[in-house]
């Protein structure tokens, strides 16, 4: 059986920091691309972040050079570490299983209010 598990969530100021993992069992976790997705209230999901197994990175124009995306194979972990957060990162966050085949995890809120 498949399981994706976020974790990291939580209530943060403006500016401030939170690191987000994933953790995964059931799947060969090594040759994965994986990803980070989120969605907003009212918004469709959009990706944030993909890695791929050999740890090459791609990010979404908004969270460039504010989040990076890492994964340690040894745990079966993908982490995204956030840092500068806004209002309008505030969404639920999903970890993504991309490939072979596509797997989700059930989310993590993460909200960004003073």
């Known amino acids: 059986q498949v399981q994706l598990v976020e974790s990291g969530g939580g209530l943060v100021q403006p500016g401030g920091s939170l690191r987000l993992s994933c953790a995964a069992s059931?799947?060969?976790?090594?040759?994965?691309?994986m990803g980070w997705y989120r969605q907003a209230p009212g918004k469709q999901r959009e990706l944030v972040a993909v890695?791929?197994?050999?740890?090459?990175?791609k990010y979404a124009d908004s969270v460039k050079g504010r989040f990076t995306i890492s994964r340690d194979n040894a745990k079966n972990t993908m982490y995204l570490q956030m840092n500068s957060l806004k209002p309008e990162d505030t969404a639920v966050y999903y970890c993504?299983?991309?490939?072979?085949?596509?797997?989700w995890g059930q989310g993590t809120q993460v909200t960004v209010s003073s």
């Open positions: 059931g799947i060969s976790f090594s040759v994965y691309v």
């Open positions: 890695i791929t197994s050999g740890s090459s990175t």
């Open positions: 993504h299983a991309q490939s072979p085949n596509p797997y």
